[in-house]
């Protein structure tokens, strides 16, 4: 049995870090690795809780010991497949928020036109009162001085 659990331990880490979420591109390939590590983690935590059971059931105290044995090593290997589906999941999160700023940068687009036109347009001279004097009271829009 130690042999056989040592082969799929070993198995299984190859699957997981084969099947490494980072190197995925588009978010239907993050999609994919998540459910491939949330997969691996709960058939992980079927065979460490079969094991775990195994081991209680174990007479021999010998044998319990190794059961107990795998039944740990099944147990890291499940924390290990969460950890590689806790990644997956963050960088399935970073890829919808990449997704989500560039369209709210392109929503944005014509605002910030807008602003750098009005910002690039030259200062504009308000009305002034007639001769600048202000004894008249009456605007005048030609008086630009």
């Known amino acids: 049995m130690r042999g056989r659990f040592s082969a799929s331990f070993v198995g299984a880490l ?5 099947a490494n979420p ?18 691996q983690a709960a058939r992980a ?5 079969l094991l775990e059971i195994r081991a209680k059931a174990e007479a021999d105290a010998a044998k319990a010991a190794d059961a107990k044995a795998a039944a740990l090593a099944a ?9 590689g589906a806790g ?3 963050l960088l399935l999160i970073e890829k919808l928020r990449e997704r989500v700023r ?39 829009i030609f008086s630009l001085s």
């Open 22 to 39: 980072a190197v995925a591109q588009s978010i239907d390939d993050q999609r994919r690795a998540l459910a491939v590590a949330q997969a």
């Open 45 to 49: 935590a079927r065979t460490a809780n």
């Open 14 to 18: 190859l699957t997981i870090f084969g």
């Open 102 to 140: 560039a369209r709210l940068a392109e929503r944005q687009r014509p605002a910030i036109r807008l602003i750098a036109a009005v910002k690039a347009m030259p200062a504009v001279q308000l009305p002034s009162l007639c001769c600048n004097q202000g004894h008249c009271g009456i605007l005048c």
């Open 75 to 83: 147990r890291i290997q499940q924390i290990e497949a969460d950890l």
């Open 87 to 89: 990644e997956a999941r």
